[in-house]
T-cell receptor, first 113, second 113 residues
Framework: QKEVEQDPGPLSVPEGAIVSLNCTYS??????FMWYRQYSRKGPELLMY????GNKEDGRFTAQVDKSSKYISLFIRDSQPSDSATYLC?????????????FGQGTTLQVKP | ETGVTQSPTHLIKTRGQQVTLRCSSQ?????VSWYQQALGQGPQFIFQ???????GRGNFPPRFSGLQFPNYSSELNVNALELDDSALYLC????????????FGEGSRLTVL
């Protein structure tokens, strides 16, 4: 079993839809939770970063962490064609002196005009 | 501000050969991490370098090795290439070794025939 599970999709939605992306994980030591966006032929870029449980909002993006269920989500409101990309969840332990990130497989999102 | 740059962008090698991939970190960043991203998968942590020392290693064999130079640029070396080494190799720099905000380059795509 992988430490982080993410449905690879693809997920296709019409422009303006609300998108929900999710990851589950098995390691309760994870304390830092991130969402990275990766456009085709590019490196990932950080979208959202959350420490421990709770919600965080940034413009059209909302990240949620439920540590009791070991479940994290990313919501995209008013989705745009420019949001078409692969979305990677990533997690990190709370202890230690290394920034090793554990990534999910990534979900491919297509927003159709 | 110059971002993370990687070279070469694409290369083709045959099984058993050796390869060196290079990375220039973002200005002001003293930590470099390397990730391997197979097609359709999320990035997997290879190792991290902090102030020229290896600072954490993932589940990769010793034929994967690295260096970090005084200017914080880095190299990834892979010996005795295998077909399964075909992947996108991503370099990421960060302000600190425990930072969750990684700045990725566009990657070096390695094909092993």
């Amino acid at each position: 079993q992988k430490e982080v599970e993410q449905d690879p999709g693809p997920l296709s939605v019409p422009e303006g839809a609300i998108v929900s992306l999710n990851c589950t994980y098995s390691n309760s030591a994870f304390q830092y939770f991130m969402w990275y966006r990766q456009y085709s032929r590019k490196g990932p870029e950080l979208l959202m970063y959350t420490y421990s449980s709770g919600n965080k909002e940034d413009g059209r993006f909302t990240a949620q962490v439920d540590k009791s269920s070991k479940y994290i989500s990313l919501f995209i409101r008013d989705s745009q064609p420019s949001d078409s990309a692969t979305y990677l969840c990533a997690m990190r332990h709370g202890s230690g002196n290394t920034g090793k990130l554990i990534f999910g497989q990534g979900t491919t999102l297509q927003v159709k005009p | 501000e110059t971002g993370v740059t990687q070279s070469p962008t694409h290369l083709i090698k045959t099984r058993g050969q050796q390869v060196t991939l290079r990375c220039s970190s973002q200005s002001g960043h003293n930590t470099v991490s390397w990730y391997q991203q197979a097609l359709g998968q999320g990035p997997q942590f290879i190792f991290q370098y902090y102030r020229e020392e290896e600072n954490g290693r993932g589940n990769f064999p010793p034929r994967f090795s690295g260096l970090q130079f005084p200017n914080y640029s880095s190299e990834l070396n892979v010996n005795a290439l295998e077909l399964d080494d075909s992947a996108l190799y991503l370099c990421a720099s960060s302000l600190a070794r425990t930072s969750s905000e990684l700045f990725f380059g566009e990657g070096s795509r390695l094909t092993v025939l």
